[in-house]
Every structure is written in C-alpha cells, then in structure tokens.
C-alpha cells in the first residue's frame, strides 16, 4: 500500500483486516423489507482511511438509492461498524452425546 504524507503518524493499530466479518449499522432488505438495523458484512478491502465491507443483501445509501455492487465504505473510527459477534448456534467441532 502507498504510504501518503501524514502530520502525525496513523495509529498502527488496524482493527479490521481483508476477510473479517463486521456489523454495520444501515439500510438493508430483510425478509423482502427495507429495515434500518445491524446486518453481517465481509472485509474486502483496507486502505489509509477506510474499511470497505461488501454485502450478501441490497443496502442503501442514506438518500434511499440502492449500492448496485453491495460494497459500503467506512472510516476506521465509524461508530456504524464494529466487529462481528460470534455466532454461538453454529456448532463447532465434534459434539459428545
């Protein structure tokens, strides 16, 4: 990644990698409803600035247009994104009876 000219340095601390699964807080269609409310996102691009999280659903812009590519972007520091909770009705591994 090209490094751009900064006063201060950026904090290393990146919180979101390509391939991470996060939460946004947006527009999206549930059960064929346009709904405002935390939907499931995968990582599939990080830049300087901003984390692009692409969707399996149709999301909205703010002004009521669709994204056609399904793809937001947030600032690192959004408070509309955070990391993905675990799913705990999946199982995992082998399971004793």
């Not at 901003?50 to 056609?68: E, I, S």
Request: glycine share 6%; with cysteine.
């Amino acid at each position: 990644m090209a490094k751009s000219p900064f006063m201060r340095p950026p904090e290393e601390d990146v919180t979101h990698l390509v391939g991470d699964t996060v939460e946004v807080f947006c527009d999206h269609e549930e059960n064929g409803e346009r709904i405002r409310d935390w939907v499931s996102g995968i990582v599939v691009q990080v830049d300087e600035k901003l984390v692009a999280v692409q969707f399996r659903t149709n999301v909205y812009l703010t002004d009521g247009w669709m994204v056609p590519d399904h793809i937001l972007w947030f600032p690192f520091d959004s408070k509309y994104l955070r990391t993905a909770k675990k799913d705990t009705t999946r199982p995992t591994g082998y399971q004793i009876y």
